[in-house]
């Protein structure tokens, strides 16, 4: 079993940057994919971005060039760091994690454990 925890949403103005965080717990060392994912209301979870076990990572297309993924050699926290935010970047933040080397795509069925979300809200 794994627990997430994630931290460093809020409130920013269009252009503005925040970090987001992901601390894992239970048993981190058996972690292989990490993901961000992102829901607004009235919209489906979507991908914003994930790293696989070996360290690569891949982006939605809304999102890349301004957001960066990465977490230490320990694989855990787990950052997000997102820089000249969009009023359309609000929703709530989640992080995921599962067992697996790779994923297919980046899709929510692809991992098994969830936190539970931190908000972020851009304003224009």
């Known amino acids: 079993q794994v627990q997430l925890v994630e931290s460093g949403g809020g409130s920013v103005q269009a252009g503005g940057s925040l970090r987001l965080s992901c601390v894992a717990s239970?048993?981190?060392?058996?972690?292989?994919?990490m993901a961000w994912f992102r829901q607004a209301p009235g919209k489906e979870r979507e991908g914003v971005a994930y790293v696989d076990y070996d360290g690569r990572t891949n982006y939605a297309d809304s999102v890349k060039g301004r957001f960066t993924i990465s977490r230490d050699n320990a694989k855990n926290p787990l950052y997000l760091q997102m820089d000249s935010l969009k009023p359309e970047a609000t929703a709530m933040y989640y992080c995921?994690?599962?067992?697996?080397?790779?994923?297919?795509?980046?899709?929510?069925?692809?991992?098994?454990?969830w936190g539970q979300g931190t908000q972020v809200t851009v304003s224009s």
């Open positions: 995921a994690t599962n067992w697996k080397f790779y994923i297919a795509a980046m899709r929510p069925d692809e991992f098994d454990y």
């Open positions: 239970g048993s981190p060392h058996k972690i292989g994919c």
